[in-house]
C-alpha cells in the first residue's frame, strides 16, 4: 500500500500550470520539521516536494500562500533513478497567515526559527 500523510509549511507560493485543456498541476513545497534534534540541539526541516492534480490543484493555487500549513494525503511516486515526488490526492488547509498580510515575503531561516520558537535548519537534497 502507497499512502501517506504529511503536515508542513508551504515553502513558496503554490504554482499552477495548465497541463491540456483539462488538467491542471499545482507544485508545492512542503517543510517538515524532524521530530528528533541534530548534535547541537537544533531541529531540521526537510523539504518535500508534491504535485496536486485537476480539483484539487485550482484550489491549492488560490487559496494556500508561502507560510500557510497544510496537510497533505497522498501517494510517492518515483519519477526517474534518484528522484521521488508526492501525489497530492487530498489537501486540508490547517492554518494560513492570515488577511492582515496582503503582500507575500521571503522569509529567512531565521524568520521560520521566529515563527516556530525554535531554531530550524533547512537539509538540502543528497545527491
Do not use: H
Not at 42 to 51: F, M
Not at 93 to 118: D, P, Q, R
Request: hydrophobic share 35%; glycine share 6%.
Amino acid at each position: 500500500m502507497n499512502y501517506l500523510i504529511l503536515v508542513g509549511r508551504l515553502k513558496d507560493n503554490p504554482k499552477i500550470e495548465q497541463i491540456d485543456d483539462d488538467k491542471r498541476l499545482t507544485t508545492i513545497t512542503l517543510l517538515i520539521q524532524r521530530n528528533f534534534k541534530d548534535l547541537n540541539g537544533d531541529y531540521l526541516v526537510d523539504e518535500i516536494p508534491c504535485e496536486i492534480w485537476n480539483y484539487f490543484s485550482t484550489t491549492v493555487a488560490e487559496y494556500c500562500r508561502k507560510g500557510d500549513m497544510v496537510g497533505v494525503k497522498g501517494r510517492l511516486e518515483k519519477v526517474n533513478d534518484k528522484d521521488i515526488v508526492v501525489i497530492g490526492e487530498e489537501v486540508t488547509f490547517l492554518s494560513s497567515k492570515g488577511e492582515k498580510e496582503n503582500e507575500i515575503k521571503e522569509m529567512t531561516v531565521a524568520e521560520i526559527s521566529e515563527a516556530l520558537g525554535y531554531e530550524v535548519k533547512i537539509v538540502k537534497e543528497r545527491k
